[in-house]
């Protein structure tokens, strides 16, 4: 429900207008001068209707401190006894718009319809501004797996929790659900948990009244406001502490919270889809993680498959982001040889698919040629052997298809990618090598 904020010294009209626009859905505060006035704008309104005369002073001056100090907040003037100069001024200090008295009620609900959706969108496109989106790319049963998983949970408007290792593209699969969503018009708002401080994951995420804390020289409104009516995306969800768990378990049970400082309830319509490179369900019972939140952010779990059990997505994938660096740079795009994509499929990415774009990146930017070989990719390929440092924090699972992948990769290379001769190298049936390679999620050549 957006807040509006009624300045005037006409009892009258402060009555008929908080009257009107409560039916039509604002949540409306009223002031008789500009005292009452900063009293109230203490916490921050979506609207604030103005008056240019006031007891005490000029609603200029109110305007001139409310877009200092609350800068989202769209001020409409108002006047019985408008000059041209008012309104000339009352524009450069940043007033959406000028109405003469009486107010027109039709006239005054196309403003507030207008200047909420102009506010809406530009927050919008300061999001686009700083995201970049890309599409999921991938034909492995993995990655149709989770297309269907999208197709079934995004339309349905419940809660989803991904899981998934660093670089799996989580985030991609959350806008995902948005844009299958019927809210996909409205904003799709990202938040990493563990990028914030503990300090100010509660301000980032509910907003702060102007004086809260140290620092807190203007009020903001928090992602929960930004993202109304749309979808809030919270990544690293299991790093949030226990005190911002508690505010988040409150807002998902009773769709309202308060701001940090403030006394005034909002209530949002938001759907919130988490994420997590952790398992949560293990943290409820061995770390801080309260089980009642896991219950209702769990309640469509997806898991997002890592790249080693989806190699054959290597070739695609290289060739999807080496197309796209290339439109980012403005240059034509390398061609990858199909030793190199072999060589870039037998890698076992721990980093996953952000490591691969990383090192199309790279090969993009230190190959002069036009044709990205075999050679090069060796070049910027980590060796196994030489990095100890690397296994730390994988599974023992994890290092054991390393290593296993690094033994039958040696053979191919010594029998020139033979592989009755690789299997007979390694001690294996021929069967028994090709079974293990697609085990691994290995594409071998024919």
Known sequence: MP???????????????EGALGREGYDVDGAASLGEARAALRETYDFVLLDVWLPDGSGLDLLEE???QAPETEVLMMSGHATIDAAVRATRLGAYDFLEKPVSLERLLVLLRNAGRAAALEAENRRLRASWSRSIVGDAPAVRRLLEEIALAGPSGARVLIQGEHGTGKELVARALHDASPR???PFVAVNCSAIPEELIESELFGHERGAFTGATQARRGRFEEAHGGTLFLDEVG???????????RVLQEGEFQRVGGN????????????????????????????????????????????????????????????????????????????????????????NVRELRNLVERLLIMTPSGSIGPEHVRAVLPREDRAPDAANGL????????????????????????????????????????????????????
């Not at 290379?413 to 390679?437: F, P």
């Open 395 to 446: 599974r023992l699972g994890d290092l054991v298809q390393r290593f296993e992948r690094a033994q039958i990769e040696a053979a191919l290379d010594a029998c020139g990618g033979n592989v009755t001769q690789a299997a007979s190298r390694l001690g294996l049936e021929r069967s028994h090598l090709y079974k293990k390679m697609r085990k691994l999620g290995w594409k071998a050549e024919p």
């Open 3 to 17: 807040s509006l904020l009624i300045v005037d010294d006409e009892p009258n009209i402060r009555k008929s207008l």
């Open 264 to 351: 005034r309830t909002i209530r949002v319509d938001v759907r919130v889809i988490a994420a997590t490179n952790r398992s949560l369900i293990d943290r409820t019972r061995n770390d801080p993680f309260r089980e009642d939140l896991y219950f209702r952010l769990a309640v469509v779990p997806i898991a997002t498959p890592p790249l080693r059990e989806r190699a054959e997505d290597i070739p695609l994938l290289v060739e999807h982001f080496a197309a796209s660096l290339a439109g980012e740079s403005g240059g034509r795009p390398k061609r990858f040889t199909v030793e190199a994509l072999r060589l870039l499929s037998r890698h076992p990415f721990p980093g």
């Open 66 to 68: 409310i877009r200092a």
């Open 239 to 249: 790093d949030l502490s226990p005190r911002a768990q508690t505010k988040l378990l």
């Open 184 to 186: 996909r018009g409205r």
